[in-house]
């Protein structure tokens, strides 16, 4: 898997939790082989563990030394098997208490550690869902600046023009003369040669200008073009990579009169 899915997947926190399979284990040591800077995170949350270790270390009582020696103090050679007992009972009751400090100790852990998880977790959504509303708002926009562009087309005053090849719709533009707007809708155009693309042209007076260059037709496109003010037809042509200075006649795809 990738750094960014290890990361995602948990398998490092688990791992210093001591969670972890031994063929998670070894997964965990093949990504800390090829991704060093995990090694410092891991050190990171390791160390963490020692701090907390330490903080909540549980002292045994400070009088503890004086109550066992007065213990002692009070029997006598004749008592031996007494003391043995009492002593034992002792250690018995010190290691019932170290085993409580233990539990809480690693409950603590584990609650610190699980947390951070969550922390961390929600922190990554929380950034991805930033990132989710900035796109969608981006894309808002984008939309409505299309839509404000192309709204001429539904316009009354518009002129709706077919490309027709074999009798087929290739393509519909829309042109507008009073707000100076075309456009051109691909409906049904194949893709051109390879090396090739189809390229635009406006006849005005007798000349044909270039209106732009299609590499990669995409069906229900919309694509803006510069409005020719005099111009009597339009004209799709294949031409090489890039585009032509002048049309190349002979491979005239379609043309329509204005």
């Not at 800390?32 to 891991?42: E, I, N, S, T, V």
């Not at 160390?47 to 029997?75: G, V």
């Not at 250690?91 to 961390?120: D, E, M, P």
């Not at 456009?183 to 049904?188: A, E, L, P, V």
Request: aromatic share 8%; charged share 20%; hydrophobic share 40%.
């Amino acid at each position: 898997m990738t750094k960014e899915e290890f990361i995602n997947s948990g398998l490092l926190e688990e791992f210093v939790l001591g969670l972890t399979t031994e063929h998670q284990d070894k997964l965990v040591m093949e990504h800390l082989d090829l991704y060093p800077d995990l090694c410092q995170q891991l050190k990171k949350w390791e160390f963490s563990l020692e701090e907390l270790a330490r903080k909540n270390a549980i002292a045994p009582p400070s009088d503890l030394k004086n109550r066992l020696q007065q213990k002692l103090d009070l029997h006598d050679n004749n008592s031996a098997k007494t003391l043995k007992k009492t002593s034992n009972s002792s250690i018995i009751n010190r290691k019932f208490w170290l085993n409580v400090a233990a539990t809480y100790l690693v409950a603590a852990t584990f609650g610190l550690l699980y947390f951070a998880y969550q922390n961390n977790q929600l922190s990554k959504q929380s950034e991805q869902l930033v990132l989710e509303n900035a796109k969608l708002s981006a894309e808002k926009n984008d939309l409505e600046s299309v839509s404000r562009k192309f709204s001429f087309v539904k316009e009354v005053d518009t002129q709706v023009l077919q490309f027709n090849v074999e009798n087929k719709p290739i393509g519909t533009v829309f042109i507008n003369h009073s707000l100076q707007k075309t456009s051109f809708k691909i409906t049904n155009l194949a893709q051109p040669p390879a090396q090739k693309v189809y390229q635009m042209w406006a006849d005005v007076d007798g000349e044909m200008v270039n209106v732009g260059v299609i590499e990669s037709p995409q069906n229900g496109d919309l694509i803006n073009l510069p409005y020719m003010k005099n111009a009597t037809s339009l004209n799709i042509t294949i031409e090489p990579q890039g585009g032509s200075q002048t049309a190349t006649v002979a491979n005239l795809v379609a043309s329509i009169a204005i």
